[in-house]
């Protein structure tokens, strides 16, 4: 007796190798099989790194990236793009034709500008190809708030996602764990159009996180992988990332490790 073969939704993730296994493509797969999705990955860099900070990025080959992107594209059905770290101007040209190709695939790209140590891995040209290329793309932006303020040179929450919104974001969730001034609460804010859509806050942890950020954004990814709305992705994928965060692990000198 035959029986059928059941499939998982499928994650593809474009992002940077981070060989402290803390952040980019291993984030990103660990994040995306924790709700049972099948993760795909597209290497766009190369980092040497560990948990204290980010000392060097290699872009990968451009036509590798869409080389890889296209045969697995070709082979499966692709439900969600991931992007996080690019590297380089041809990489950002290259993912925006991949997901020119594929329009009904939503997009949920993290605009990783700096790492955990404070080391910029982004220049200003390569943030204005991001919102020039990308943003009329992306269906959800996860930035932190300096982040959403490099990007857009604005200043309040409201200014930034109405600034995304006209590049033509979808959605905008802003999170606030990099605020000016440190609450109790961490609020994350979910915005269209410059409205507020829905605003969740969570104990503000003692601690600071390796690849806290990818862990949101994939995800997110994951979420809506699964047939999730924008809300309820956004809500439920802030539940598991604090949760990673609560149990995180020191595993090396630097920043904690969630338990993704």
């Not at 009904?104 to 790492?115: F, T």
Request: charged share 15%; with cysteine; net charge positive.
């Amino acid at each position: 007796m035959i029986t059928s073969i059941k499939s998982k939704p499928v994650v593809m993730s474009l992002s940077g190798h981070d060989p402290s296994g803390g952040a980019g493509i291993q984030a990103d797969i660990e994040a995306i099989r924790a709700q049972n999705c099948h993760a795909t990955t597209v290497i766009t860099c190369f980092t040497v790194q560990d948990t204290c900070n980010v000392y060097r990025i290699d872009p990968a080959p451009a036509t590798g990236i869409l080389q890889q992107a296209t045969r697995v594209l070709e082979d499966m059905p692709v439900h969600a793009f991931k992007i996080g770290l690019i590297g380089s101007l041809k990489n950002i040209e290259n993912i925006a034709r991949i997901l020119q190709e594929h329009p009904d695939i939503p997009v949920v790209l993290d605009p990783v500008l700096a790492s955990g140590g404070g080391k910029s891995l982004s220049s200003k040209e390569l943030a204005t190809a991001i919102c020039k290329k990308l943003l009329p793309l992306t269906t959800i932006l996860t930035p932190n708030i300096p982040e959403a303020r490099a990007l857009s040179q604005c200043e309040s929450v409201a200014d930034c996602a109405l600034y995304f919104a006209d590049q033509g974001c979808r959605y905008t969730l802003i999170t606030g764990t990099h605020s000016t001034r440190p609450t109790r609460k961490v609020i994350n804010t979910l915005l269209q159009n410059g409205n507020i859509v829905s605003e969740l806050s969570w104990p503000r942890l003692p601690f600071t996180y390796h690849g806290s950020g990818c862990t949101l954004a994939s995800s997110i990814a994951a979420k809506v992988a699964t047939g999730q709305t924008v809300i309820q992705a956004v809500e439920q994928a802030q539940e598991y990332t604090w949760t990673c965060l609560h149990k995180a692990t020191r595993q090396g000198k630097g920043q904690l490790i969630p338990s993704r």
